[in-house]
């Protein structure tokens, strides 16, 4: 049984920065990489970054040069996102999953708000 865990969320100044984490157990430990996705009110969920096991990473567009994605290598199944620079636009929920998504089940994500 797959779960994720993510956190690290909150309210923030645009320009500001969090960090997110995300905890995943179960057979996603097979899987080669491993992503953050968001979904903003009224919007589809995208994918916002993804790293594979070697390492390699994949931005969203609207994330690169502003958000940095890793894993613990010591524990493969823990991702951050440390995202910097934060917009009014990227208020929305972040979730982590397969990188690329597989199809599995997602967890309650974390929320993210920017405003003044």
């Known amino acids: 049984q797959v779960q994720l865990v993510e956190s690290g969320g909150g309210l923030v100044q645009p320009g500001g920065s969090l960090r997110l984490s995300c905890a995943a157990s179960?057979?996603?430990?097979?899987?080669?990489?491993m992503g953050w996705y968001r979904q903003a009110p009224g919007q589809e969920r995208e994918l916002v970054a993804g790293i594979v096991r070697g390492g390699s990473a994949t931005y969203a567009d609207s994330a690169k040069g502003r958000f940095i994605i890793s894993r613990d290598n010591a524990a493969l199944n823990t991702v951050y996102l440390q995202m910097n620079s934060l917009k009014p636009e990227d208020t929305a929920v972040y979730y982590c999953n397969t990188f690329p998504y597989l199809g599995g089940p997602w967890g309650q994500g974390t929320q993210v708000t920017v405003s003044s």
């Open positions: 179960g057979t996603i430990l097979s899987f080669n990489g």
